[in-house]
């Protein structure tokens, strides 16, 4: 799967140089580039962005109005700064409106913005895969708990003195019980 | 005042031996008999008219020598109260003759009014004259007596004598009003001379001649001459090191009669170091012509020394300002220039690799082997190092970095020939050039906000300027319009206002412009915008100095005009009008 990266500057060499630098580093992830906190927002509503790396100074909104907009909309995506204005004003706002997990200050080395980016899609898509997981034991314990409460003592796996399962016979067939399931779970996963 | 006079009373003296005589007179001028006299003479000779004879009563005086005329004339004076008018008889024995008589009353009373009645004269008129000096206050009366002639000629004389009185108590008064007003004045002159002493500035005064009529006490302790002196001298010639004459020779010249001119004037003092004196030169007007000239100032070599000091920190500050937003305006090319440096670089050592691809290629044709391997190499490194993509990209990575450092190198530059601390004299300025330089270092203050337009005139002319200073001006203005326009652009209105700056060339004198789209500047402070310490900008935006320093700077310093037009919500146009010619007091 893919990762996508939105650049957002309003100076287009900062722009076509960080896309240049990051294909020609066979980075996986694609890049979509934004001068404008306007035009970044138009594109956050059309596509699934992974990240957002934005520069603070641009005209209309600033870098910190637009991660401060996105925490709040798409708290998912990755939120970076990478500014010429490297106060200690600037950074406090993006931490605290924005929320943001690194602040990088022009010029800063590609190889390292890379790196970085790199950890947070990776990070990140380990935190959507747990949050999957952790969903899907829900559901199957949740369905579990349905078929206890139809067929008492299903969830119960019976021994007799030899150690062989001994299955009790009730009116569902055993045929019938494990066809529900098989669709259960393959609703489960679609 | 000698006595309360009542002018309708007269005092007569009769000075005859004759005791009838002395009877004829009380009847014609005592108040009732008079009145009954006069009737019938009014009456007999002069008709209607007569009533309108002033109406005079006597006290009358006998005496019948002339010794006993001077005792009651001594008498009278010493009352206060003299006689009027005297009759005296011509022959008087056995005492003084008539004209005896005459000298000694008169030796008291010169201003006795004296009629000589005379029958027969022992002395022709020459005579007496001659004998008394005098032909006035003196008639002659011929006996026998006219009536008529007698009163009126009693009523002439008193009438005279008390005009005459009167007269003496003006002149008296005049004299001693005319004393007090000197008084006053001279009192008024000697306080006017202390005040002028007293005063810190210089006071010279220069006569139509070109001489010294004036030096107080202050310049005679700057220039070390004393006003013995100076005073009297022609002031050009006086023992002072003027830096240049020519100035010196232009301050007293005087050019327009109406109107006081400022100067600036440098001299050398005692110490051989240069002093700055500022000098208000004003024309005295006497009567028609041109009474000379009056200078009045000071030693303004400490204020002037503290105004470049108070400029300069201002300038610091703004330059400091702009160092924030100059560091971003740097690392912003500085970010895609080492970008796309990294990237040709890596780019390079990837071509490397192909290059020995290459040279292996070449070795193997010239032994004349079969490179059909490695031909598959070649075309595998091709790939692998994304030469297509290369082959794209370096030319593109190339003109971002020429033009990421153009863009550093022109920063710097501007931001050095902004800072530049100037010269103390103004030097010919190319505007248009300055105007494009501060636009530069100032872009971090308005590209947000605005964009900013120039239309400068092609054919302006150098202008005589202080370099830094106009320089702050125009950045104060700039950062102003960008503050104006940041008021209404933010985030709800995203588009960018308008800031431009026109330049044009009009006769002896330049216009600079800075027009905004910004709020306006309400009515209710127009008057305030010039003045020092005023701002509308909220803590750590604004001082309130540029404004007043730029007036300053465009005022006093270039003898230009700082000016604005406003309309609310819709903009200000700030112009700036500088003289060509360099006017008075300042040089190029």
Redesign the interface.
């Known amino acids: 799967m893919t990762h996508t990266v939105l650049l957002v500057d309003d100076?287009p060499?900062?722009l076509?140089?960080?896309q240049?630098?990051f294909?020609?580093?066979n980075e996986t992830f694609e890049t979509l580039s934004a001068s404008s906190a306007?035009e970044a927002l138009v594109i956050l509503e059309a596509k699934d962005i992974d990240l957002v790396i934005t520069d603070q100074?641009?005209?209309?909104?600033s870098g910190t109005?637009l991660l401060a907009e996105i925490h709040k909309k798409y708290p998912d995506t990755v939120r970076y700064m990478?500014?010429?204005?490297g106060?200690l004003d600037v950074a406090i706002q993006a931490i605290n409106s924005g929320a943001i997990s690194r602040f990088f200050?022009?010029?800063?080395?590609?190889?390292d913005l890379a790196m970085s980016i790199r950890q947070s899609l990776e990070h990140k898509a380990l935190t959507a895969a747990a949050k999957q997981l952790l969903q899907t034991v829900k559901k199957q314990s949740t369905e579990l708990e349905r078929l206890e409460r139809q067929h008492p003592g299903i969830t119960d796996v019976k021994t007799d003195h030899e150690g062989f399962i001994t299955a009790e016979h009730d009116e569902t067939s055993l045929e019938e019980l494990l066809q529900e399931l098989r669709r259960k779970s393959q609703g489960a996963e679609r | 005042m000698d006595q309360d006079h009542s002018s309708q009373k007269g005092r007569l003296l009769i000075i005859d031996d004759n005791r009838s005589i002395h009877d004829d007179f009380h009847k014609i001028l005592d108040q009732r008999d008079a009145d009954v006299a006069l009737a019938e003479a009014e009456t007999a000779f002069l008709g209607e008219a007569a009533l309108f004879t002033p109406r005079i009563t006597y006290d009358i005086d006998d005496a019948f020598q002339g010794q006993e005329g001077l005792e009651l004339v001594v008498k009278a004076l010493h009352e206060r109260r003299p006689y009027d008018v005297a009759f005296v008889d011509m022959r008087m024995p056995p005492g003084w003759d008539g004209v005896e008589t005459i000298e000694r009353l008169w030796e008291r009373d010169a201003a006795l009014q004296i009629v000589i009645c005379t029958a027969y004269s022992d002395y022709t008129w020459a005579e007496i004259i001659e004998r008394l000096g005098r032909n006035d206050n003196l008639l002659i009366l011929k006996k026998p007596f006219d009536n008529v002639e007698v009163s009126q000629l009693a009523v002439a004389l008193t009438e005279k004598r008390h005009l005459a009185r009167q007269a003496a108590m003006k002149m008296e008064q005049l004299e001693a009003l005319v004393e007090l007003r000197t008084q006053t004045l001279q009192e008024t002159n000697l306080e006017v001379e202390c005040l002028l002493s007293a005063i810190s500035s210089l006071l010279i005064g220069i006569d139509g001649e070109g001489m010294v009529r004036r030096w107080n006490a202050s310049t005679e302790e700057l220039f070390d001459i004393s006003a013995d002196t100076a005073i009297g001298q022609p002031f050009g010639r006086l023992d002072i090191d003027w830096v240049n004459r020519d100035d010196m020779l232009k301050l007293i010249s005087i050019e327009n009669e109406h109107q006081s001119e400022r100067h600036e004037i440098e001299y050398y003092d005692r110490h051989h170091a240069i002093r700055l004196l500022g000098l208000s030169v004003y024309p005295v007007k006497k009567a028609q012509q041109i009474g000379g000239i009056l200078i009045l100032g000071r030693d303004i070599t400490e204020q002037r020394l503290l105004e470049l000091k108070v400029h300069q920190t201002q300038k610091l500050e703004s330059i400091g300002q702009l160092a924030a937003g100059l560091a971003h305006e740097i690392n912003t090319p500085i970010q895609f220039v080492s970008g796309n440096l990294d990237f040709l670089q890596q780019g390079f050592g990837r071509l490397e690799q192909l290059l020995d691809d290459h040279d292996r290629l070449v070795d193997a044709l010239l032994l004349n082997q079969c490179p059909e391997a490695l031909l598959k190499v070649v075309a595998t490194t091709k790939e692998v190092i994304k030469l297509d993509f290369l082959k794209k990209e370096v030319p593109k990575a190339f003109t971002e970095v020429i033009d990421g450092v153009r863009r550093v190198t022109e920063i710097v530059q501007a931001m050095k020939s902004f800072s530049h601390p100037g010269s103390q004299k103004k030097t010919a300025v190319d505007l248009n050039k300055a105007i494009l330089n501060t636009v530069t270092v100032s872009r971090h203050e308005w590209q947000r906000i605005a964009d900013i337009k120039t239309d400068l005139a092609l054919d302006l002319p150098l202008v005589p300027c202080f370099l830094g200073e106009f320089n702050q001006v125009m950045l104060n203005l700039i950062v102003n319009a960008a503050h104006a326009i940041g008021d209404v652009v933010d985030t709800h209105h995203p588009n960018k206002g308008m800031i431009t700056i026109r330049t044009h060339h009009d006769g002896s004198w330049v216009r600079v412009e800075v027009e905004d789209t910004g709020v306006g500047i309400p009515d209710s402070i127009h008057r305030r915008i010039f003045d020092p310490f005023f701002t509308t900008k909220e803590v750590g935006k604004g001082t309130g100095q540029g404004l007043s320093i730029a007036h300053n700077i465009i005022v006093n310093k270039h003898g230009g005009n700082l000016t604005f037009e406003t309309q609310k919500n819709q903009g200000t146009i700030f112009k700036i009008d500088l003289p060509l010619q360099d006017i008075k007091g300042m040089r190029v």
């Not at chain 1, 100074?57 to 909104?61: E, L, N, S």
């Not at chain 1, 200050?105 to 190889?111: G, M, S």
């Open positions: 100076e060499y900062i076509s140089s960080l240049r630098g294909e020609f580093r306007r100074d641009m005209p209309g909104m109005e990478l500014t010429g204005q106060t200050t022009k010029p800063c080395i590609i190889a």
